[in-house]
């Protein structure tokens, strides 16, 4: 991303101009209509690759607008206290609930994944991806091992 990954893996704020090169990938995906964020650097552990993180509301619905870079994708995890709703907004991307077919996401997509359930979500190898994540103000997070980087990297 024109060599600003140094900044990015600090977890400082996206500039301007980072904020230009990234609304370019995605506008070459469909476009985008949520602001970007900032680089996730607090669940970066957790995720295979770069991700933003806008925080839309957060009174008794939390909304946040993820984006992802290509091939970046989350663990396995599971959430207490709420459904998560995944929205595609941008992109095309993955989800993938334990013990079925991924299932692949594009924008005006939407799931529902059930309280407890473990699964995982992200982009495509070769696209960003930009999602709406839905769930009760207060919901936790249990974050579980990698996902298979020999399965996802099957996906189309």
Not at 41 to 67: E, H, I, K
Request: include cysteine.
């Amino acid at each position: 991303m024109g060599g600003t990954d140094a900044a990015l893996a600090a977890g400082e704020p996206v500039t301007e101009e980072q904020t230009k090169i990234i609304s370019a990938s995605l506008l070459q995906a469909g476009g985008t209509v949520f602001p970007i964020g900032n680089d996730n650097a607090a669940y970066a552990r957790y995720f295979t690759g770069q991700s933003f993180l806008f925080p839309m509301a957060n009174d008794t619905v939390s909304v946040s607008n993820v984006t992802f870079a290509p091939s970046c994708i989350n663990n396995w995890h599971t959430h207490s206290g709420s459904c998560q709703v995944l929205v595609g907004v941008s992109g095309r991307g993955y989800y993938q609930i334990w013990g079925q077919d991924p299932v692949e996401m594009k924008a005006g997509e939407s799931v529902t994944i059930p309280e407890g359930t473990k699964h995982w979500h992200g982009a495509a190898g070769n696209s960003w991806f930009q999602h709406l994540s839905i769930m009760s103000k207060g919901a936790g997070t249990t974050w579980l091992e990698p996902v298979d980087q020999n399965v996802y990297s099957q996906l189309k």
